[in-house]
């Protein structure tokens, strides 16, 4: 999924680095196993992950929506050697590709793979968390979102998928439960005292976040 022209995504790509042999393998078999291959997030915002985990120096990441796995070993890639990613998943058939091609990767220590609902994960992990990616079930974005927060380091990034939803966002008359989850976050989170963050452009829309400089960590939404 993509909110900006077909032609200028492709353009973008061929302009980053190329994509690795083992994730190239990787996005090769998700597209021939699973009809829902277009949730993965593919060579450009797999580059993007990388480049936010390197400039953040991150050490802990987590990730919320595993599929499979090529978020998880790209941003496994700019973790130092000793950095380790946590990526929660609740479907057995695209972990097992995950945990197969993670191994196959240079990455593969770095990746520690957690089944289960996501929520249930969360509250088994202590934090502080460098980096936190949600792209899991979008009903539950909220959910997660809360979850995390608190176990965000204090110069810590929350980064969101699919906020944008194919520009599904601007369409008053969908009323589809994802459509109105994402609305519904997008909205919570810019009225968040918490926070500070951003929205971009980034194929289906990537959101940032941090911690606001004066935003008190337990305080809720006013």
Not at 33 to 47: D, I, K
Not at 140 to 149: G, P
């Amino acid at each position: 999924m993509t909110v900006v022209p077909e032609d200028l995504e492709a353009y973008a790509v061929a302009h980053s680095s190329p994509e690795a042999p083992w994730l190239a393998a990787l996005a090769a078999e998700t597209r021939e196993v699973s009809e829902a291959h277009g949730m993965m997030v593919g060579v450009l915002e797999g580059r993007f992950l990388e480049f936010l985990v390197f400039m953040t120096q991150a050490r802990r990441v987590l990730e919320i929506g595993t599929f499979t796995g090529y978020s998880a070993v790209s941003m496994a890639a700019a973790l130092p050697p000793d950095g380790r990613i946590v990526t929660c998943d609740i479907d057995p058939v695209t972990n097992a590709v995950a945990r197969r091609h993670a191994a196959s990767s240079p990455y593969g220590d770095r990746v520690e793979f957690r089944l289960g609902p996501a929520l249930d994960t969360i509250a088994t992990l202590d934090g502080p968390f460098d980096l936190v990616f949600i792209d899991a079930d979008k009903e539950s974005y909220l959910a997660y979102y809360e979850a995390v927060l608190p176990k965000l380091a204090d110069r810590g990034v929350i980064v969101v998928d699919n906020v944008l939803w194919s520009g599904r966002v601007l369409e008053p008359s969908d009323q589809t439960v994802d459509t109105v989850a994402i609305r519904g976050f997008n909205e919570a989170v810019v009225a968040d005292p918490r926070v500070v963050c951003v929205m971009l452009t980034v194929r289906d829309g990537v959101t940032l976040l941090r911690r606001a400089p004066s935003g008190p960590a337990g305080a809720g939404p006013s």
